[in-house]
């Protein structure tokens, strides 16, 4: 049992100096950007050690590639090879579910792992604010998976085009390719969170959202493959417009439904996209359909983040 | 937002009133509990399940309750939760650390999450890990950390935001004796000598009483009592008598010379009210001609009561200790 003077012995011996602190203190929308921020970093093993950006920077050059492969051959005289809106379809598929596949968990499920949420909650936020966070962190990672190739492509074509018509082009060209760029990332980090905020375990995180995108993407490739053949592809001559001038069969345009690259895509087409990309029909006025699919699927893979985590706080 | 810290005032940290919880699943965590807790070192002592955890959670703002009210460093925990959070340090009572990060850099983190600027969260967070004693090893990785060791992390990211009220969940599980004694002397140490109002919960009443200023006990969501360490230890003065045999012939006896005796184990347990009770006590051992192989003035009778595997049925007794 404390003695007073057993108190006051101990002050004496250990002077730990303890500090008040006057200095500011910001509020909600201050720590829910540093979350962000730190989100953002942590997408790309930033503040990790070697091990966590391994993936991440090799899905990064991945990516880039493409970009540097057409400057060079831009440079030996040909026309540019890659489109900014659909950049290099295959390849953008499997880099980007590699890239969210294994960084989505890194944002999520290891803070469920440790069971740090409550430390979280016990700060001056709101519950929905820490799925918030980390949904604008890993939305601008994605960004930067997305934009900074295309950005690079830009660099290369412009450097190697001569005339303000042709630089005016390119840029008419990028501009469509960006703002696709954010369709992508919004969709793909708010579906990979949700699935991997599933679970603390980052390798069933990881296989969860890997799962989810390739089954839907291998079931929706499926059904567009067993619909084409009919068409032999004949989505209508490049630069038609809205209106395909073969009839699509509604059964195809159903099935670009089932994944979200597919549905990518078919809002890609419905907006006015010419350039084929993973076998998906011009959707014509189905489009809508599309668009309305894709904003629900998004929805609802934030409401069911936002819900995670409401029950997860008083764990 | 740049909230001044709430000014000190000598009254109560925390206020509550005829705070009750009940459970969507009809559980009721909290039963009408009216308790104030003052500045120093409280402990908060309850068995598992007697509504320690949903209280720190109401407190902080994150549980609502069902009725009454609650007020922390004079903020309503229903429409200011995010004022008391700003200045309470909240240690939770499992594991809650990432193990891939060092201290420092999840310290830091979770300082900047206390909403302090970048360099300050920094400052405070390798003060914070001096106070707890991490010194070149926080630069390790957590992981590689003691039990013991972790505890002091989290009692650093508690106290990083330099709080005005410390909330610690079962600070010691899991620690072996030493850890548990120097855990403590930390805690002590932190509220005698950076004045910060500290609420310790705890299921061991043994280990916190020698730090506390204060008790606060709760069952089954009741308040049992609320009272200053001192008179907890006084009114619990109880002397134990073990004899080998004829047990019941001497609780008969004692109770004949108007001495009420308890049952405890193998013995018997005496409320002491002064020095009669031992001249009761010897006369009857005396009288009864009992080989007594035991007699011990126990001053923590209150520690028995509150063990880890005492039945709810048990912390009667200490209101029964209390009527004497």
């Known amino acids: 049992m404390p003695t007073e003077t057993s108190r006051a012995a101990a002050g004496v011996i250990h002077d730990l100096g303890y500090r008040r602190y006057d200095g500011p203190r910001f509020g909600r929308s201050w720590i829910v950007a540093a979350l962000a921020w730190h989100s953002f970093r942590s997408a790309f093993g930033l503040g990790r050690g070697a091990k966590a950006k391994i993936v991440p920077v090799i899905a990064f050059v991945a990516l880039l590639l493409p970009a540097i492969v057409n400057a060079f051959a831009m440079s030996q005289g040909s026309a540019r090879q890659v489109d900014y809106d659909t950049y290099v379809p295959a390849l953008r598929d499997l880099i980007m579910l590699v890239f969210v596949a294994v960084q989505a968990p890194e944002l999520v499920s290891r803070d469920l792992r440790s069971r740090v949420l409550p430390l979280y909650f016990s700060r001056p936020i709101k519950p929905a604010d820490y799925p918030l966070a980390k949904y604008l962190g890993f939305t601008s990672a994605c960004l930067v998976m997305l934009e900074v190739p295309l950005l690079a492509l830009y660099g290369g074509a412009v450097a190697n085009v001569h005339g303000g018509s042709a630089v005016w082009a390119e840029t008419k060209a990028l501009i469509p390719g960006l703002l696709i760029g954010l369709l992508w990332a919004v969709t793909l980090a708010a579906i990979s969170l949700f699935l991997a905020s599933m679970t603390g375990r980052r390798g069933f995180a990881t296989g969860t959202v890997a799962i989810g995108f390739l089954l839907t993407y291998t079931l929706a490739e499926i059904l567009l493959q ?3 053949p009919a068409l032999g592809h004949s989505a209508g001559p490049p630069g038609s417009g809205a209106a395909p001038a073969v009839a699509v069969p509604l059964a195809e345009k159903v099935a670009g439904l089932f994944s979200p690259f597919t549905l990518l895509q078919g809002v890609r087409l419905w907006l006015g996209g010419t350039n084929p990309g993973d076998n998906v029909p011009k959707p014509g006025a189905f489009g809508a359909v599309y668009a309305l699919v894709l904003i629900a699927l ?3 893979s934030l409401y069911g983040l ?3 985590y409401r029950k997860a706080r008083l764990s | 937002m740049n909230p001044s810290p709430p000014a000190e005032r000598p009254g109560a940290v925390i206020e509550a009133t005829a705070l009750t919880k009940v459970y969507p699943g009809g559980v009721t965590a909290l039963a009408g509990l009216t308790v104030a807790f003052a500045p120093g070192v409280t402990g908060l002592i309850g068995a598992n399940g007697a509504g320690k955890s949903t209280l ?22 229903v429409k200011e939760g995010m004022s008391i959070r700003q200045f309470v340090g909240y240690m ?3 594991d809650c650390l990432p193990t891939d990060i060092s201290a420092t850099e999840f310290v830091t983190h979770m300082a900047r999450m206390s909403g302090l600027p970048k360099t300050a969260a920094r400052e405070r967070a390798a003060e914070a890990l001096r106070h707890v004693g991490l010194h070149e090893e926080r630069y390790r990785q957590i992981g590689t950390y003691s039990t013991g060791m972790k505890q002091r992390v989290k009692l650093a990211q508690a106290l990083a935001g330099d709080p005005r009220l410390l ?18 002397e930390l805690i002590e140490r932190i509220g005698a000598e950076f004045g910060i109002p500290i609420v310790v919960a705890s299921h061991l009443l043994g280990e916190i009483e020698r730090i506390c200023d204060r008790l606060v006990a709760i069952e089954a969501g009741h308040l049992l009592r609320a009272d200053t360490m001192d008179s907890f230890t006084r009114a619990s003065q ?6 080998e045999e004829g047990t019941a012939a001497l609780a008969q006896e004692l109770a ?3 001495v009420r005796a308890q049952p405890y184990q193998r013995a018997l347990l005496v409320p002491i009210a002064g020095m009669s009770t031992y001249d009761a006590v010897r006369d009857s051992v005396a009288a009864l001609g009992l080989p007594l192989s035991r007699l011990e003035q126990r001053r923590h009778q209150v520690e028995e009561i509150f063990r880890d595997d005492a039945q709810p049925g048990q912390y009667t007794q200490l209101e029964a200790a209390d009527a004497y």
């Not at chain 2, 720190?56 to 925990?77: F, H, N, R, S, W």
């Open chain 1, 226 to 228: 067993v619909e084409s």
């Open chain 1, 298 to 300: 998004v929805a609802l």
């Open chain 1, 306 to 308: 936002a819900a995670r």
């Open chain 2, 56 to 77: 720190i959670k109401i407190l902080l703002g994150l549980l609502e309750p069902t009725q009454g009210m609650a007020k922390v460093l004079g903020y309503d925990c």
């Open chain 2, 92 to 94: 939770p009572e499992h």
């Open chain 2, 167 to 184: 909330l610690l969940d079962e600070p010691t599980n899991g620690l072996d004796p030493a850890g548990r004694n120097a855990m403590l």
């Open chain 2, 238 to 243: 109880t002397l134990l008598i073990e004899v």
């Open chain 2, 256 to 258: 004949r010379r108007g």
